[in-house]
């Protein structure tokens, strides 16, 4: 038998065969330098790789750029954005002018608010009150009072019933809430069922039925009852932020490493739930604003005509007398819509600007 090693043609490439093991041509000259052996896997990886690495590098450089070696906080991310906000700082600018208005009355008002002018009095009929004159730009009241005078310190009386009834409210709403948030039970359904009955009543009616039991209206009623109507928004408010505080990682770590419950309460979630509550504060003293001057015109208010006050002015003044002279209620009006947009303006604004989920 013949040995296939022998025979002709075994053994010898044939004419035209590659073979599987070298490449034809030269290695070098096919593929680029640094590239030679790569299988196409091999090369789809690496350039994978790179694009890889040029990504994280401009992660990286966009990172450096915008970091803040202290660290950013809530409050201090929040001012940031209310900086940037427009409406912040219309709102802002409003109350601004509004609170510097009413601390320095006395000193901006051209003349005293109770005192009245011969030169005012002398003009004033049943079918006429003078408008404006040299030295009483506003013109007179009903009274031959400079009507400038009686509104810039009613400025005063408004910033005082809103910012005294705003803080009584926020005192025992967030007295109410904080006991029905950290004791929850039977002591939450109590309280959160006497906050729902109170916030069936629309505000206005519910204010209107507690100055009326008062035996003497005064401004101090305004004041109360006011600030009796903001107290369930309050209580709900802070209620529900603790109850949702009462699950947070931060306070079950602490409840087992052993610290006492008043603690947690106090130090833990009370702290965390106050935010919202101060925000919903500034959208109040706006409500404040307008609930007091509707009881004010309702004659429910101080009786003292001597006293400036915006909604005083505008029911005693304004209504009796709009016929004769209407700017005695244009006036009054327009400062009161003007406070209370401008405090509902920042109020909204640090809403957006605190709270993530109302970021727009």
């Known amino acids: 038998?013949?040995?296939?090693?022998?025979?002709?043609?075994v053994g010898k490439p044939r004419t035209g065969d590659t073979p599987t093991d070298q490449p034809a041509g030269n290695p070098?000259?096919?593929?680029?330098?640094?590239?030679?052996?790569?299988?196409?896997?091999?090369?789809?990886?690496?350039?994978?790789?790179r694009l890889g690495d040029r990504k994280r590098a401009r992660l990286d450089e966009l990172a450096r750029a915008t970091a803040d070696p202290g660290g950013v906080s809530l409050y201090r991310d929040a001012l940031?954005?209310?900086r940037r906000n427009p409406v912040a700082i219309v709102g802002a600018v409003i109350v601004g002018l509004f609170v510097l208005v009413a601390i320095f009355?006395?000193?901006?008002?051209?003349?005293?608010?109770?005192?009245?002018?011969?030169?005012?009095?002398?003009?004033?009929?049943?079918?006429s009150i003078p408008g404006a004159t040299a030295g009483h730009p506003f013109g007179s009241d009903p009274l031959g009072r400079d009507f400038l005078s009686r509104m810039i310190h009613g400025s005063r009386q408004t910033l005082f019933v809103g910012v005294l009834?705003?803080?009584?409210?926020?005192?025992?709403?967030?007295?109410?809430?904080?006991?029905?948030?950290?004791?929850?039970?039977?002591?939450?359904?109590?309280?959160?069922?006497?906050?729902?009955?109170?916030?069936?009543?629309?505000?206005?009616?519910?204010?209107?039925?507690l100055v009326a039991m008062a035996s003497r209206s005064s401004q101090w009623t305004v004041i109360f009852a006011v600030a009796i109507v903001s107290v369930p928004i309050f209580a709900r408010l802070l209620r529900g932020s603790m109850l949702a505080q009462r699950?947070?990682?931060?306070?079950?770590?602490?409840?087992?490493?052993?610290?006492?419950?008043?603690?947690?309460v106090l130090r833990h979630m009370l702290p965390n739930s106050l935010t919202a509550v101060i925000v919903q504060a500034t959208l109040t003293f706006a409500v404040a604003i307008l609930d007091a001057a509707a009881l004010s015109f309702l004659g429910l208010g101080d009786p003292d005509i001597?006293?400036?006050?915006?909604?005083?002015?505008?029911?005693?003044?304004?209504?009796?007398?709009?016929?004769?002279?209407p700017e005695l209620a244009y006036y009054p009006a327009l400062a009161i819509i003007v406070v209370a947009l401008g405090f509902t303006l920042l109020g909204e604004a640090m809403r957006e600007a605190i709270d993530p989920k109302n970021r727009r």
């Open 1 to 9: 038998m013949t040995d296939p090693t022998t025979r002709p043609g």
């Open 306 to 325: 001597n006293r400036a006050e915006w909604g005083l002015m505008l029911g005693v003044d304004g209504q009796r007398y709009f016929e004769v002279r």
């Open 28 to 49: 070098t000259e096919d593929r680029p330098a640094g590239q030679a052996g790569e299988t196409p896997a091999q090369r789809r990886e690496r350039s994978l790789g």
């Open 247 to 264: 699950e947070s990682d931060h306070v079950l770590a602490a409840r087992a490493l052993g610290v006492k419950e008043r603690n947690i």
């Open 165 to 209: 009834a705003t803080l009584i409210g926020l005192t025992l709403g967030v007295l109410l809430g904080a006991i029905a948030g950290a004791f929850g039970g039977w002591v939450d359904v109590v309280l959160m069922r006497l906050t729902d009955v109170m916030l069936a009543l629309p505000s206005l009616l519910l204010a209107i039925t």
């Open 80 to 82: 940031r954005r209310l």
């Open 105 to 127: 009355a006395p000193l901006i008002a051209p003349h005293d608010p109770v005192q009245r002018f011969d030169e005012l009095t002398r003009d004033l009929t049943v079918d």
